[in-house]
């Protein structure tokens, strides 16, 4: 069985920083791509960066600039650093990865991002 569990969400003032960390424990083999989707209230889940095994990364128009992935292949983690936040990044981030044996993706539960004066 796989768990990810992402921590360091938030409620932030416009301008702000966060950094957000997931970390996939259980019954691992490889991880692959990993990721960071967000949701927003009536909204559909959308992606926000993506990075490779070997550390290529994708983001999406609206963070590019602001937010950076990263990741600690030795720990199993995943991080966005978020910078000058914007009152629409308010949303639930959610971290996913594509790990084996099961080659399948797997979610975390979602951490809840608040921007606001």
């Known amino acids: 069985q796989v768990q990810l569990v992402e921590s360091g969400g938030g409620l932030v003032q416009p301008g702000g920083s966060l950094r957000l960390s997931c970390v996939a424990s259980g019954s691992i083999a490889n991880i692959d791509n990993m990721g960071w989707y967000r949701q927003a209230s009536g909204k559909q889940r959308e992606l926000v960066a993506t990075?490779?095994?070997?550390?290529?990364?994708n983001y999406a128009d609206s963070v590019k600039g602001r937010f950076t992935i990263s990741r600690d292949n030795a720990k199993n983690t995943v991080f966005l650093q978020m910078n000058s936040l914007k009152p629409e990044d308010t949303a639930v981030y959610y971290c996913?990865?594509?790990?084996?044996?099961?080659?399948?993706?797997?979610w975390g539960q979602g951490t809840q991002v608040i921007v606001s004066s």
């Open positions: 990075i490779t095994s070997d550390g290529r990364t």
């Open positions: 996913s990865a594509f790990i084996s044996p099961a080659w399948r993706w797997y």
